[in-house]
């Protein structure tokens, strides 16, 4: 059986050639691990032309690598698929190795498993499932190529890009999997290094790994990883910021929010180009919602925060509205900056019909919230209509999501069922289901997130309701998030007190 191997540096910065793992960088041991991919031919190294320098640099530093570089102006998925059937139909290639040029962990053991398993059942495609991102590649045959290249589209480069494509008619394709001896896909690990949390995950793990003596393959790295707080929380993905502590409408279980911030004034905009400025700083990439409480479309000059937002191009704007206040003037406003697949928006309806919607929300409108939708779609691409369950609503819960899944429904089949929230037993248990997980694990908002008020004052998390660990007006949000380290250590220890003891939205994320 002979092999291609492609390794996709699309998305690859500098840290991604920095020599933090022994003198070597997260490329050059993907390119090592190439070379001794199981009965490879070849090695193509696919990058864009402003990589291409440092591609080839880099490249030259490794001792026989064998390795070809394809640059491109842009890549995208129905481009990166065409090349690889291209290159296979070329080599006379039967089979495609693919993964990213960021990964400093593949594991040769687990990849060799990949290939002798894509082998044995004559498979199309054939990947390592459960395990976190970036110990092995994905498999696929050099046929099946040519039909996902008729099926792809112009979308971005990621993880599941491939599959996501054979999702499309999954049943006509032959699929395989060396399933992982238990599923760390809840811990959301992805060991790559393009990305600035990822790679100080990465370095992390490289680091206490060799120094616990931990053997440096995909089982022992993930259980590991599982259990190591530093590992786990790097930086915030997501900034969930109150720039006005205003209602417009006010649905009952939003109760615990009315005395989240002392100071109700708004957040003044130049605050908030400050607290933007930090967070790229800090993050670099993330999404900043402008909904921790209140209504944002309070703001008179909404657009402005939004651009303040859009300036750094790796932060995303997430709007959270009742929908009351949408108009088509507002939507344009927003929309003639010029990045509108940067901006999200989530409008909270809770019902299918206007009796329904009338016992959850104070002083709304139902007819205002579903035309609300109407009006951001035609602008946005990314518009949810939201609803909450909860035992009030449960018998409208079929009914919103056949209207909204549609593809002809003016949301175009985009919807969001959201979880009720007690805000740690503040409000009554209104959920019509227990989801939570069996095994608790340590909360995700903690980890993952971090609400700032109108004050600048940051809680330890969106349901400590009048706690507070910082002020991001006036001490910096990196030395801010370091307070929350301890908390990790005791969740991890399976040690969840006060607040943390009673809730039970550990298990919900964000982004």
Known sequence: MKNIVFLYAGNCCDRVFD??????????????????????????????????????????????????VISKAEWNTRLLIQTMAEECKKQGAENAVFTFADRPFMDSYLSNEVIECHKKYIAEYTFADGYPYGFSPEVISA??????????????????????????????????????????????????CSVKRNFIACKRLYEAAKASGVKFNAKDLSDFAETNAAVQKTLPSFYNVQISSKYNAFPFYAQPLEVYCKDKSDMSLEKFSCLVKQISDFSEDAVVSLSASGEPLHISNLAEYVNK??????????????????????????????????????????????????????????????????????????????F????????????????????????????????????CKMLPDRKPADLSPLTRNP?????????????????????CVGSAIGNAFETDIESIW??????????????????????????TFNF
């Open 19 to 68: 020599k933090v793992f022994d003198e070597k960088s997260s490329f050059d041991l993907t390119v090592k691990w190439a070379q001794n991919v199981k009965e490879s031919s070849a090695v193509f190294i696919l990058c864009t032309d402003r990589e291409e320098d440092a591609v080839r640099k880099n490249l030259a530093l490794i001792a026989d690598n064998g390795a070809s």
């Open 143 to 192: 046929g099946t190529l040519n039909i996902l290249s008729g099926m792809a589209k112009e979308e971005p480069v990621d993880n599941e890009c491939i599959f996501n494509v054979m999702k499309q008619d999954i049943n006509s394709f032959e699929i395989e999997a060396v399933i992982a001896p238990k599923d760390y896909r809840m811990l959301r690990f992805d060991f790559s």
């Open 309 to 386: 937002i859009l300036e750094f191009p790796k932060l995303k704007v997430l709007i959270e509205t009742d929908g009351t206040l949408v108009t088509e003037g507002l939507a344009s406003s927003i929309e003639a900056l010029g990045e509108k697949d940067r901006v999200i928006w989530i409008i909270g309806i809770d019902a299918a019909t206007p009796a329904m919607y009338e016992k959850i929300w104070k002083n709304g409108s139902f007819e205002k919230a579903v035309n609300a939708v109407s009006i951001l779609a035609k602008h946005f691409s990314q518009v949810y209509p939201q």
């Open 388 to 423: 909450t369950r909860m035992n009030e609503n449960e018998e409208e819960l079929e009914a919103f999501y056949r209207y909204y899944h549609a593809k002809e429904s003016p949301s175009l089949g985009k919807l969001i069922i959201q979880k009720y929230d007690s805000f």
């Open 443 to 463: 909360c995700w908002h903690l980890k993952r997130d971090m609400t700032i008020l109108c004050d600048g004052t940051v809680p330890l998390c969106r349901e």
């Open 482 to 507: 370091k307070f929350s380290d301890e908390k990790i250590e005791e969740h991890l220890k399976s040690n969840y007190c006060g607040k943390c003891g009673d809730c039970d939205e550990y298990y």
